[in-house]
């Protein structure tokens, strides 16, 4: 029975040590839970037993002889709900069924116990370091995983993913996982995974020179073919693709005027400012933002995406914004033509939220960015780009954003000083800036390989074909 009860532990290493056990009803069960309780108290740790009154009354003895000897144990009653459960009173333990047919009634009287249980640990001083719950009360491992348990780790404690090449650290909070999850879309992402275990492989938009090798270990730790046939964005292999204007969607501004104003910048002295398609930035973020790329000096295509908020941000925009930054400030209230921006030899860096697309499309532009990830993938692109190929400036911001949540007033993830120190470091002049500038060419340059006949991605995409068709004949 001991061997059956499992530890879960809690993240809080200042507190002072305070296990909790939650025992089965059952003789088998109480007495070596007892004694492990009374071995952890030998040690200094508060050990808290949570049972029922019969049960309590008969370890009461046993127990009150430890804590008069000075060992730091107690006993936590909580109510049994016979009655509820169709039970005779006082028939709180397996060896006080009057028969076998009671024993649903019993397991679910245990099952009762979950919400004072969790009543009772949610305000419990000190609180538990660590539930040690029972096979036989599987509630126990999930109150567990509900009150934080279940991890080693706290939410915003930046972990070294193990197994690959680089050091990359990442919170639980950042990974891709703790996107849409919540019960609702448990089904979603069960179905994914099935559906991706269950496939001859995986098509990726990348290429080979960009891995680092992560695509041979990916598929060797999958067990799957890989194919990366990227950046798809370079289909017609010089530049960027042709249709670049309205890709997706149609261009919100017209292309001849976003070319014009592009034309009469320096070469790479403007910066492009875009979060993607979804919309994730509240109004007074935003507004940081703006006043950041107002004090940062350089001149700025800013894409604006404010849907229901149109009206608010236009009047902001409108309140002197325009009039201060007027000359190096483009606005694009809607959907940009990012492609046909991000090749224009004016563009000199992204500040992106790192969505892998518009990651790539910057990596095949030769360009550098700004980071500022936001959920999904993007704290891992964020990784690739500034520890990988370092070609990034990181806003170090830690804290995903949740997608298409209501706006949560004084909740700003970044402040407009750096927004500002960010496009500074980015456009700097000097030696830093201009190897940045060196290696996001090169790669740009690699990636256009890549693509070429005879590339990487060119030959990955003649593998994949003749890889369906020889599966395909045999089939
Ligand atoms: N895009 C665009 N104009 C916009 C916003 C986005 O053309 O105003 C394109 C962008 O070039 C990229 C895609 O939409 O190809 C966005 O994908 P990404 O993975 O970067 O971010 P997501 O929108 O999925 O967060």
Same mark, same amino acid.
């Given at each position: 029975?001991?061997?059956?009860?499992?530890?879960?532990?809690?993240?809080?290493?200042?507190?002072?040590?305070?296990?909790?056990?939650?025992?089965?009803?059952?003789?088998?069960?109480?007495?070596?839970?007892?004694?492990?309780?009374?071995?952890?108290?030998?040690?200094?740790?508060?050990?808290?037993?949570?049972?029922?009154?019969?049960?309590?009354?008969?370890?009461?003895?046993?127990?009150?002889?430890?804590?008069?000897?000075?060992?730091?144990?107690?006993?936590?009653?909580?109510?049994? /709900?016979?009655?509820?459960?169709?039970?005779?009173?006082?028939?709180?333990?397996?060896?006080?069924?009057?028969? @076998?047919?009671?024993?649903?009634?019993?397991?679910?009287?245990?099952?009762?116990?979950?919400?004072?249980?969790?009543?009772?640990?949610?305000?419990?001083?000190?609180?538990?370091?660590?539930?040690?719950?029972?096979?036989?009360?599987?509630?126990?491992?999930?109150?567990?995983?509900? *009150?934080?348990?279940?991890?080693?780790?706290?939410?915003?404690?930046?972990?070294?993913?193990?197994?690959?090449?680089?050091?990359?650290?990442?919170?639980?909070?950042?990974?891709?996982?703790?996107?849409?999850?919540?019960?609702?879309?448990?089904? *979603?992402?069960?179905?994914?995974?099935?559906?991706?275990?269950?496939?001859?492989?995986?098509?990726?938009?990348?290429?080979?020179? *960009?891995?680092?090798?992560?695509?041979?270990?990916?598929?060797?730790?999958?067990?799957?073919?890989?194919?990366?046939?990227?950046?798809?964005?370079?289909?017609?292999?010089?530049?960027?693709?042709?249709?670049?204007?309205?890709?997706?969607? @149609?261009?919100?501004?017209?292309?001849?005027?976003?070319?014009?104003?592009?034309?009469?910048?320096?070469?790479?002295?403007?910066?492009?400012?875009?979060?993607?398609?979804?919309?994730?930035?509240?109004?007074?973020?935003?507004?940081?933002?703006?006043?950041?790329?107002?004090?940062?000096?350089?001149?700025?295509?800013?894409?604006?995406?404010?849907?229901?908020?149109?009206?608010?941000?236009?009047?902001?925009?409108?309140?002197?914004?325009?009039?201060?930054?007027?000359?190096?400030?483009?606005?694009?209230?809607?959907?940009?033509?990012? *492609?046909?921006?991000?090749?224009? /030899?004016?563009?000199?860096?992204?500040?992106?939220?790192?969505?892998?697309?518009?990651?790539?499309?910057?990596?095949?532009?030769?360009?550098?960015?700004?980071?500022?990830?936001?959920?999904?993938?993007?704290?891992?692109?964020?990784?690739?780009?500034?520890?990988?190929?370092?070609?990034?400036?990181?806003?170090?911001?830690?804290?995903?954003?949740?997608?298409?949540?209501?706006?949560?007033?004084?909740?700003?993830?970044?402040?407009?000083?750096?927004?500002?120190?960010?496009?500074?470091?980015?456009?700097?002049?000097?030696?830093?800036?201009?190897?940045?500038?060196?290696?996001?060419?090169?790669?740009?340059? @690699?990636?256009?390989?890549?693509?070429?006949?005879?590339?990487?991605?060119?030959?990955?995409?003649?593998?994949?074909?003749?890889?369906?068709?020889?599966?395909?004949?045999?089939?």
């Amino acid at each position: 029975e001991l061997a059956a009860a499992m530890a879960s532990w809690n993240s809080d290493t200042t507190a002072s040590p305070h296990f909790v056990l939650i025992p089965l009803m059952a003789q088998g069960h109480m007495i070596p839970m007892v004694d492990m309780a009374r071995l952890f108290a030998a040690r200094g740790v508060l050990a808290s037993v949570i049972t029922t009154p019969v049960n309590a009354s008969r370890f009461r003895a046993t127990v009150d002889l430890a804590a008069d000897a000075g060992l730091p144990i107690r006993l936590v009653e909580l109510p049994f /709900p016979c009655q509820e459960a169709g039970l005779p009173d006082g028939c709180e333990n397996l060896d006080t069924l009057p028969s @076998k047919e009671l024993i649903v009634n019993f397991f679910s009287a245990t099952a009762m116990l979950r919400p004072a249980a969790e009543q009772y640990l949610s305000t419990l001083q000190p609180p538990a370091s660590c539930i040690v719950s029972d096979m036989g009360l599987p509630w126990t491992s999930k109150t567990a995983q509900h *009150l934080g348990f279940m991890s080693a780790v706290a939410d915003d404690e930046p972990i070294q993913v193990p197994g690959i090449p680089h050091r990359v650290e990442i919170t639980r909070a950042q990974h891709p996982s703790n996107f849409g999850n919540n019960s609702s879309m448990q089904g *979603l992402r069960d179905e994914i995974l099935e559906s991706e275990a269950a496939s001859f492989g995986v098509v990726v938009n990348s290429f080979q020179e *960009l891995e680092h090798g992560y695509d041979q270990l990916y598929a060797e730790t999958m067990g799957k073919k890989i194919w990366t046939i990227g950046p798809m964005a370079l289909r017609d292999n010089t530049t960027m693709s042709s249709g670049k204007v309205d890709r997706g969607n @149609k261009a919100s501004i017209d292309e001849n005027l976003c070319l014009g104003w592009l034309d009469d910048k320096a070469p790479r002295s403007v910066v492009y400012v875009s979060f993607g398609s979804l919309g994730l930035v509240t109004t007074q973020q935003l507004v940081e933002i703006g006043l950041g790329l107002e004090v940062s000096n350089h001149p700025f295509i800013w894409v604006i995406r404010a849907g229901e908020k149109a009206a608010e941000v236009d009047q902001w925009l409108s309140e002197g914004f325009e009039e201060r930054t007027r000359g190096r400030c483009l606005i694009i209230k809607g959907w940009a033509p990012q *492609l046909l921006i991000l090749s224009h /030899p004016a563009i000199g860096g992204f500040f992106t939220h790192c969505g892998w697309n518009s990651t790539l499309e910057c990596i095949s532009a030769g360009l550098p960015m700004i980071t500022w990830p936001m959920f999904a993938d993007q704290f891992l692109n964020e990784k690739l780009v500034l520890d990988v190929v370092k070609t990034g400036v990181g806003l170090g911001v830690k804290t995903p954003s949740a997608w298409q949540v209501e706006e949560k007033s004084g909740v700003l993830l970044v402040k407009k000083e750096e927004v500002q120190k960010a496009i500074e470091t980015l456009m700097d002049p000097g030696e830093e800036g201009e190897e940045r500038r060196n290696r996001a060419r090169e790669l740009g340059e @690699k990636a256009r390989r890549a693509m070429d006949e005879g590339g990487s991605s060119y030959n990955n995409m003649t593998s994949l074909i003749q890889d369906v068709m020889n599966y395909s004949k045999r089939v």
